[in-house]
């Protein structure tokens, strides 16, 4: 009995370390842990230094940006972000300095105005 016991212990033990231990892709922002946002960051090859630093937008339509913006994004045929638009459109959305280096074409000037773009639409309209 005690050994029956000890076994669906272990069985629990071992079933909560591959639900913890499963690939980011497979879980949610909220179940995202600091090894998780590190194997991502790896995975992307993003380097950040800094302190209080976002974490990086895993897809568009996670991020915080209106979905108006993410149809004309989606629109001219950006399917994913790129490496240096993940982690820098979180930081511009905060209103942050950065400096981002990657190649060119990677999407710098993307992941600068994005968050320009987020900021423009923020500001009350003009009536004439």
């Given at each position: 009995?005690?050994?029956?016991?000890?076994?669906?212990?272990?069985?629990?033990?071992?079933?909560?370390?591959?639900?913890?231990?499963?690939?980011?892709?497979e879980k949610s922002l909220d179940e995202m842990t600091e090894r998780d946002w590190r194997i991502f960051k790896e995975d992307y090859n993003i380097a950040c230094?800094?302190?209080?630093?976002?974490?990086?937008?895993r897809s568009w339509r996670e991020s915080d940006i209106q979905s108006e913006?993410?149809?004309?994004?989606?629109?001219?045929?950006?399917?994913?972000?790129?490496?240096?638009?993940?982690?820098?459109?979180p930081i511009g959305l905060q209103n942050?300095?950065?400096?981002?280096v990657a190649e060119t074409g990677s999407g710098k000037t993307a992941a600068f105005l994005i968050p320009l773009l987020v900021w423009i639409q923020s500001l009350p309209k003009i009536e004439r």
């Open positions: 009995m005690i050994f029956r016991k000890r076994i669906k212990g272990l069985a629990k033990k071992e079933a909560k370390q591959r639900w913890d231990d499963r690939h980011w892709k230094k800094g302190g209080r630093i976002p974490n990086p937008i913006l993410l149809d004309i994004i989606d629109k001219i045929g950006y399917k994913e972000p790129t490496p240096i638009q993940r982690q820098a459109i942050r300095d950065i400096i981002g």
